[in-house]
């Protein structure tokens, strides 16, 4: 217990540096937060982070690993450097990423991976630490592509210091080019309110799959097509549960056409998760059909 007020009172602290709005730094992390920033405090002396981008973008654009555990790799890519951090700087991002939201978010276990990821450009969030008994223990947010990434990528860069903010402040001046185009479009009012400045399009639509597997819903977006898709190119961009495919909605262009489908061909998608998608869709300017 003291352990969790410590991380509660630290979260607290970093966040008021950062100049988030009183209400919510008193208020603290949500208790789903605040337990799992205690299971990661407990195993912090083997905390790793991983900023990664994925996906095509029109330039190189950085990863990062930050880790308290040293280890080297037998070959260093030039644009995913990894930095040594010690355990005092990895509580400093576990509060930050309670306080910020990113621990609510979060879906537990490693659901995206290079295979598995959009053809569009993207950043993933992933924090780990190995536990004494069982897995290791996994959060990972999808932080899609646009301003409301830029900005959580910007809140982490605040509690970095030495090397990690230095490799931070790289990945951050690579989109600096993107701030300005994003904050164009949201200042012309070419996106919807609420909605970052997606500019991915398809001239055949979007077909967005959802089904329930294990208890969970889960979401594949797709570029449209006049054929019936196989199982393998449905499972692939699978994530699990809406917090994880808003993003994606998020990258797409204002006025593009969804089309919600079921798992598979003729099926129906499950009512609740396909009414709770659509309205998320509209909310951000997009048009929902379906079949």
């Not at 030495?162 to 690579?174: C, E, F, T, V």
Request: aromatic share 6%.
């Amino acid at each position: 217990m003291r352990t969790l007020t410590a991380l509660l009172t630290l979260g607290i602290v970093v966040v008021g540096c950062m100049g988030v709005p009183a209400a919510r730094a008193a208020s603290g992390p949500s208790a789903k937060a605040a337990a799992r920033a205690e299971l990661l405090t407990a195993g912090v002396k083997s905390l790793r982070l991983d900023v990664l981008h994925y996906g095509v973008s029109d330039k190189s654009l950085y990863s990062l690993t930050l880790t308290v555990p040293w280890f080297s790799r037998t070959i260093e890519p030039p644009f995913h450097p990894l930095v040594i951090i010690d355990a005092e700087a990895a509580r400093k991002i576990i509060g930050y990423l309670a306080e910020s939201g990113a621990l609510d978010k979060a879906q537990e276990g490693e659901l995206i991976n290079s295979d598995r990821a959009p053809t569009t450009a993207w950043y993933v969030l992933n924090v780990q630490v190995t536990r004494k008994y069982g897995p290791k223990l996994v959060y990972q947010e999808s932080l899609g592509w646009g301003l409301p990434m830029l900005n959580r990528l910007e809140g982490l860069r605040k509690v970095l210091e030495g090397d990690a903010a230095k490799a931070m402040d790289r990945l951050l001046s690579r989109l600096s080019g993107y701030r300005r185009q994003w904050e164009q479009g949201s200042a012309s009012g070419s996106t919807s309110p609420g909605k970052s400045a997606g500019v991915t399009q398809s001239p055949t639509g979007w077909e967005l799959y959802v089904w329930q597997q294990t208890g969970t819903a889960h979401f594949s977006l797709l570029p449209g097509s006049r054929r019936i898709k196989t199982d393998d190119e449905i499972a692939r961009p699978a994530v699990r549960g809406i917090e994880a495919i808003q993003p994606r909605l998020d990258q797409l262009k204002a006025g593009e056409t969804i089309v919600i489908l079921g798992r598979r061909a003729p099926g129906r998608p499950p009512r609740d998760d396909a009414r709770a998608v659509s309205e998320y869709c509209r909310k951000i300017g997009l048009k929902v059909l379906r079949p």
